[in-house]
């Protein structure tokens, strides 16, 4: 039988403590014999110690600019393009959007939620720990007001919440080492977390009326 201990504020613990990884029942779909399945460990394990190494060694290899390309179309529809990955972000029709793909909050969201995923995947495969499953719900509050500008406040959201899932036969102890380790070093947890300069630069092209 399953156990659930809440821990502190945003973090819920479901640990398997018999370590018999037999079908579970999803509890967002209610589908039958659906389990994560992980990358390799050893794979995950030795790559990250691999680039560890690598920039303790050379830290100016771990340092680098990305790009991503965003195009609009279609009033509201944006293509994101990244390397060979391309997507569309959009909002939804009571907004006056296309509703052709996931708003950039539902992003935000996203990548928080799948940065903190991957670092306990990527920790737990390091520490030896074995985890089955791993999951997390990412919640925001918004006042919209500041987007349509009603009223002097802020457009973004007000608080961000995540809630972690996990699966395991291990001690409370061991994950809460995963966790704790894997959130001190999320990038995006960071991105949110700290306040990162933002600057803008705009090129105009004049275009026949």
Partial sequence: MNQNWQLKPGITLFINPAG??????????????????????STMKKAYERNQKAVKLRPEIGKSTAITKIRLFDGTTCEVEHKHWKFNVDIGKSEGGNDAGPGPGILERGALGSCLAIAYSQQAAIMGIPVSKIEIDVESDFDARGMLGIDDLPPGFKELRYKVYIESPATEEEIMKIIE???????VLDDFKRAIPVKRFVEIVKTQS
Avoid: W
Avoid at 20 to 41: C, E, R, W
Avoid at 181 to 187: G, T, V
């Fill in 20 to 41: 018999v990884f037999t079908p579970v029942q999803d509890y967002k779909t209610g589908n039958h014999n659906i389990l994560s399945i992980m990358a390799d460990k």
């Fill in 181 to 187: 380790k894997a959130d001190r070093h999320s990038p």
